[in-house]
């Protein structure tokens, strides 16, 4: 179900739902306007007035319209999306030009790590030392109401080794390119460095790959991953960055920020780097700022500002491009 919180003001009439709480804020009314879902992750408004709603199971509904009272099943990919604990189907998005270009794209947690290996389903057989999944951000064909053809892959990266800090939310800017966030897929209760699991650093982090022991400072491993594109001498994840590319292809925008840097073509992706969760995000309506939802860890939580992430020139030199900042090349703001 999702609800509209709305000032009391507004010219509706409010339906009380069985079992809905009735007391809200002051000014503040209820309307129920989309019923029959399980567990919505992301709601999308079609140009031409439908509407297109993300459950975290791994399914896409829509809906002809808000009056529609029964939404049509678009595409069911739960049986390749980890429904686990933070994880699943969590970032949908429309090209602007939609139905005329007719392409769907979401991000979602895959069952299987980078590349394929063990499917492990929605299960985690062993959550105290993690369970290697990744992320993927997949475009969809739509006919009418439906989904056909096959799911076209554009990246799978995005490695998570425990039951949060996954993928995050896709948007189309300004520019016509697409973008997309995912956590460090690190873990939410202890200080990770890629020191756990079986065999340990299972991602494969630097240095010294999967089996390897991982400490500080050198390690980019854990939370570490999403400062992995500081060290530019080895292959480059996704993990804890937001990323901008081409909506056709997935390939990093030819103007972004690093793309003269390196022929790393995971680096050569982002823009922001240094995220532990960012969930959520959006730009700011009338310009090119991303405003960044970071999730926080016990005691503070973020809103970052990332003025401007296209285009930009390309360093000189790598230290001197992440010199003075915090995720970025182009610098991210807190606020």
């Known amino acids: 179900m999702l609800a509209l919180c709305v000032p009391a003001s507004a010219a509706f009439t409010v339906p009380q739902a069985a079992g809905a709480a009735t007391t809200l804020p002051s000014g503040f009314s209820e309307q129920i306007v989309l019923s029959g879902l399980n567990h919505p992750t992301k709601l999308v408004f079609s140009p031409d007035g439908r509407v297109f709603v993300a459950e975290k199971g791994g ?50 947690t895959a069952t299987t790590p980078i590349g394929g290996g063990l499917d492990i389903g929605d299960t985690c057989p062993t959550p105290g030392t993690g369970c290697i999944v990744s992320g993927r951000l997949s475009k969809l064909t739509a006919s009418g109401n439906t989904w056909t053809g096959t799911e076209q892959v554009l990246i799978n990266d995005w490695c998570q080794q425990f039951e949060t800090h996954s993928m ?79 909506p056709v292809t997935g390939a990093a925008k030819t103007d972004n920020p690093l793309y003269n840097a390196t ?32 999730v926080g860890w016990r005691t503070w939580e973020e809103i970052n500002r990332l003025p401007n992430p296209w285009p930009r020139p390309s360093p000189t030199s790598a230290g001197r491009a992440w010199r003075a900042t915090r995720s970025s090349p182009a610098t991210v703001t807190r606020t």
């Open 59 to 108: 399914t896409i509904q829509v809906y002809d319209s808000l009056s529609d009272p029964t939404p049509t099943l678009f595409a069911d990919l739960s049986s390749r999306v980890h429904d686990n604990e933070d994880k699943g189907l969590l970032g949908l998005a429309l090209p602007p030009n939609f139905p005329s270009n007719p392409s769907v794209y979401v991000t979602y």
């Open 168 to 246: 995050g939310d896709v948007r189309f800017g300004p520019d016509g390119a697409l973008y997309v966030s995912g956590g460090e897929g690190a873990s939410p209760v202890f200080t990770d460095w890629g020191q756990q699991g079986n065999p340990v650093n299972p991602c494969g982090d630097p240095p010294g790959g999967a089996g390897a022991a991982l400490s500080p400072p050198s390690s980019e491993g854990g939370a570490l991953r999403s400062q992995d594109v500081r060290t530019l001498s080895d292959p480059t994840g996704l993990s804890g960055t937001i990323i901008r590319v081409d």
């Open 263 to 294: 022929t790393d073509p995971n680096a050569r992706r982002i823009v922001a780097y240094g995220l532990r969760n960012p969930f959520r995000w959006t730009f700011k309506p009338g310009t090119s700022e991303i405003w960044i939802g970071d």
